[in-house]
């Protein structure tokens, strides 16, 4: 049987090094996430990157995520300041990343979902 707690945080530890990869920028887990509500998943090292994050990893489950999942990370977004972002994987999915469409779009209403290279240009293209 699969441990979800040991699933998720290998898949956080999986994600910061993406973004590293990605963006240069260090990202470090949260551990704070587990005694208390409202925080993000991964912390950046850059108090600049506009987004807080929260990841989920599951089996299987609905186009865009849990709408649990996503006032989840709308809290903790509104508490830090930034923009939520929701990376969720299924198994044997492509990662996936959810935000308000006002991330990349002034005015934007509802959200949008990208791949995570598109998410990462995204965040590259915030930082300026």
């Known amino acids: 049987m699969v441990n979800g707690r040991n699933k998720g945080a290998s898949f956080e530890r999986e994600i ?7 963006l240069g920028i260090k990202f470090k887990r949260d551990l ?20 807080s994050l929260e990841l989920k990893r599951y089996r299987d489950g609905p186009i865009g995520g849990s709408p649990a999942w996503w006032v989840q990370v709308e809290v903790a977004a509104e508490l830090e300041c930034k923009i939520p972002c929701l990376i969720y994987k299924y ?23 990208t791949d995570f290279e598109t998410f990462c240009f995204i965040a590259r293209e915030k930082l300026g």
């Open 16 to 22: 910061a090094k993406m973004l590293f990869d990605e």
């Open 32 to 51: 704070e996430q587990y005694r208390a509500v409202s925080h993000a998943d991964l912390i950046c090292d850059n108090p600049d990157f506009p987004f």
């Open 91 to 113: 198994d044997r999915k492509q990662i996936r990343c959810v935000m308000p469409l006002s991330a990349v779009m002034e005015d934007g209403e509802g959200q949008i979902e």
